[in-house]
């Protein structure tokens, strides 16, 4: 099975930046999509964006698209969400998650998830 560990969340302030990374077990992830998902208390989760493991193909939601930006490290495992002009809004628990399916932007079209990194940004 698939392990992912997240981390690289913390406080920052407004207009700040933050780098997530999120290791994978998986030596070879030429079918996977990994995305990167959101949530706050009382909301559904929310996709941020995703990337394909094999071409590097991104798509990201309108709500953070021009800010945070999806890479990924083949060699280290390794998926990054680098994210830029931080806004309060952005406030949430991150999560990465694998889908060995076709990209979407729903969360039940994934079937790994990591632990989830609280990203805080206030003043």
């Known amino acids: 099975q698939v392990q992912l560990v997240e981390s690289g969340g913390g406080l920052v302030q407004p207009g700040g930046s933050l780098r997530l990374s999120c290791a994978a077990s998986?030596?070879?992830?030429?079918?996977?999509?990994m995305g990167w998902f959101r949530q706050t208390p009382g909301k559904e989760r929310e996709f941020v964006g995703w990337?394909?493991?094999?071409?590097?193909?991104?798509y990201y939601a309108d709500s953070v698209k021009g800010r945070f930006t999806i890479s990924r490290d083949s060699a280290k495992n390794t998926v990054y969400l680098q994210m830029n002009n931080l806004e309060p809004e952005d406030t949430a628990v991150y999560y990465c998650a694998a889908n060995f399916g076709a990209p979407g932007s729903r969360h039940y079209e994934y079937s790994y998830w990591g632990q989830g990194t609280q990203v805080t940004v206030s003043s």
């Open positions: 998986e030596r070879t992830f030429s079918s996977a999509v």
């Open positions: 990337i394909t493991w094999s071409g590097g193909r991104t």
